[in-house]
């Protein structure tokens, strides 16, 4: 039976797949004789799944295979009822959306994530007849989800309670979307430069490259890129809880990116610290007497880390200059966003060249990675203000700092998180 569940399911996928590769293949994605571009949502096919096209103002349901339509894929957005899973920027270019690109992780690497797996824990648990071959969510189920609300990994029994349905296993789950993302991956194809049709990477697992040799410049990036990764995540978590708890706003890009990527950025660093046992007796920019005072030791967790207190004077002025200008608003915050995004990326591009100058490949895999994350979340803070209203987005902002906020050059075609 296992079998030919599984026959069923690569049948399933190759159609879907060789659809979505003839609509979105040439030109602008579109085909020619039809004005809406087709995808699929999938995690085995998910079919009754509520979408909304938002640049279209329309809104329908998945049908079979998992099938959606906009006239325009940009900005399309996944629903169990009122339950927001997450949206896409754009349709991937093998036409297929899984959980993983809806939370703005790269597919590959990140099946074990709580937040992906949460996700497919509920679309699996809440297939009709159980056998997520092809899940189907009925509309009495939908009907439960009547509350407007972005999905939380925490509320993940919450939502199987009020659905009336038993969780399955969280390693069960991600077998099921690692058998689903192998049968997507063997029926596009890789294009032999280890990436996805996609363009996300096939397996980001830098601690496979050789060791370098890291200069005492290299060791002080690692260093500078993990208390300003650590930044991020605290001033965004920070700023969203305050607005949430002064003004009742909740700011969904903050927390999102903050929990779906952020933290994830800042074990990338902590690893590759890890990888050369560094601490602050071979690394020049920290303040010894802050580590020892904080208990900041590069080993432990960094949620064991105090929260806004860094071993580096630069960045811990910069983090009291930006929480103090992100509590002021909504916009504010979000504005607070592009600023961190753009210094990001402009200290990893110095950076990246640093390493490709020393060949020290596993730093350049990391770093790049990690920009590929700031482009993302760059432009959906960007959205975000125009959302409010700021019609230039982060290009609002005027320059300080030494800094130009305003960057139309950052790549868009990268999963965004929302």
């Known amino acids: 039976m296992y079998e030919k569940e599984i026959m069923m399911k690569q049948i399933l996928f190759t159609l879907s797949a060789a659809t979505a590769l003839l609509l979105v293949g040439c030109g602008g994605g579109s085909s020619s004789t039809s004005s809406e571009t087709v995808g699929y949502f999938v995690d085995a096919p998910v079919q009754n799944i509520d979408y909304d096209c938002l640049d279209d103002n329309t809104t329908d349901v998945t049908g079979e295979k998992g099938a959606f339509s906009c006239t325009h894929m940009n900005h399309v957005r996944f629903r169990i009822g009122q339950l927001i899973l997450g949206e896409i920027d754009t349709l991937p270019n093998d036409g297929n959306v899984l959980p993983q690109d809806l939370l703005g992780v790269p597919r590959e690497g990140y099946i074990t994530d709580p937040e992906v797996t949460a996700m497919a824990q509920l679309l699996q648990s809440l297939d009709?007849?159980?056998?997520?071959?092809?899940?189907?969510?009925?509309?009495?189920?939908?009907?439960?989800?009547?509350?407007?609300?972005?999905?939380?990994?925490?509320?993940?029994?919450?939502?199987?309670?009020?659905?009336?349905?038993?969780l399955i296993a969280p390693t069960t789950a991600q077998a099921h979307l690692r058998e689903t993302l192998q049968t997507l991956q063997q029926t596009a194809g890789n294009s032999g430069n280890g990436k996805h049709a996609n363009g996300q990477s096939l397996s980001f697992d830098f601690l496979n490259l050789p060791l370098s040799t890291l200069t005492p410049e290299l060791k002080d990036a690692l260093a500078h890129m993990g208390n300003e990764e650590r930044l991020a995540y605290d001033v965004y978590t920070n700023l969203y809880n305050y607005h949430k708890e002064e003004s009742g706003i909740e700011i969904f890009q903050l927390s999102n990116i903050a929990n779906n990527s952020e933290a994830t950025h800042v074990q990338t660093v902590q690893a590759l610290v890890q990888r050369y046992n560094l601490d602050d007796t071979n690394i020049s920019v920290v303040?010894?007497?802050?580590?020892?005072?904080?208990?900041?030791?590069?080993?432990?967790?960094?949620?064991?880390?105090?929260?806004?207190?860094?071993?580096?004077?630069?960045?811990?002025?910069?983090?009291?200059?930006?929480?103090?200008?992100?509590?002021?608003?909504?916009?504010?915050?979000?504005?607070?966003?592009?600023?961190?995004?753009?210094?990001?990326?402009?200290?990893?591009?110095?950076?990246?060249?640093?390493?490709?100058?020393?060949?020290?490949?596993?730093?350049?895999?990391?770093?790049?990675?990690?920009?590929?994350?700031?482009?993302?979340?760059?432009?959906?803070?960007?959205?975000?203000?125009?959302?409010?209203?700021?019609?230039?987005?982060?290009?609002?902002?005027?320059?300080?700092?030494?800094?130009?906020?305003?960057?139309?050059?950052?790549?868009?075609?990268?999963?965004?998180?929302?």
Request: with cysteine.
């Open 128 to 166: 009709v007849d159980k056998t997520t071959v092809e899940i189907e969510i009925s509309d009495s189920v939908k009907s439960i989800f009547n509350k407007a609300e972005h999905f939380r990994a925490d509320d993940l029994i919450e939502y199987a309670n009020e659905a009336g349905v038993t």
């Open 287 to 418: 303040d010894p007497a802050i580590v020892e005072e904080n208990n900041l030791s590069n080993t432990i967790a960094f949620e064991a880390m105090p929260s806004g207190v860094y071993d580096i004077p630069a960045i811990q002025e910069l983090y009291t200059m930006l929480y103090e200008k992100g509590i002021a608003s909504q916009q504010a915050a979000l504005e607070v966003g592009c600023m961190v995004e753009v210094v990001d990326v402009e200290d990893l591009d110095r950076y990246i060249e640093m390493a490709q100058e020393s060949n020290a490949s596993d730093v350049v895999e990391a770093f790049t990675n990690l920009r590929s994350g700031s482009y993302n979340h760059y432009w959906s803070f960007d959205r975000g203000l125009k959302n409010l209203g700021v019609e230039e987005g982060c290009c609002a902002l005027e320059p300080a700092l030494g800094y130009e906020w305003c960057h139309p050059d950052f790549p868009q075609n990268q999963r965004g998180n929302h």
